[in-house]
């Protein structure tokens, strides 16, 4: 029980960090209007700007649990190998040397 508790804790917590992200509140008033249809014989704004919100909000529960599923699979595959770890360790320097190098010849 205790485990459900803190299940919905975090999904409550992040319900109302998305709901009070001004970032999200900006795109849909900015992104979303450009494709409500303006014509007299179609579906009011509002309720096609409610349905534009609907299916990006489908959408993003669907690209975002198979994001959380592939990370707990690859979690259970990663974590027990040690070697694995290592070398993804030194892709991840290659990485942020290869970034560092770039700002800095960028830079000047």
């Known amino acids: 029980m205790n485990n459900y508790n803190n299940k919905n804790k975090i999904i409550k917590k992040g319900l109302m960090m998305n ?18 249809a303006k014509n007299g014989n179609t579906t009011p704004i509002p309720l096609q700007l409610l349905y534009l919100g609907l299916i990006f909000v ?5 690209v975002f649990t198979f994001i959380s599923y592939l990370s ?17 360790n030194k892709i991840t320097s290659l990485i942020f040397i290869a970034l ?7 830079q000047f």
């Open 19 to 36: 709901l009070s992200n001004p970032k999200i509140i900006i795109f849909f008033l900015a992104f979303l209007p450009q494709f409500a």
């Open 58 to 62: 489908v959408i993003a529960f669907l």
């Open 72 to 88: 707990g699979f690859l979690n259970r595959i990663l974590s027990n190998k040690p070697s694995i770890q290592v070398v993804l």
């Open 100 to 106: 560092a190098i770039d700002l800095a010849v960028n």
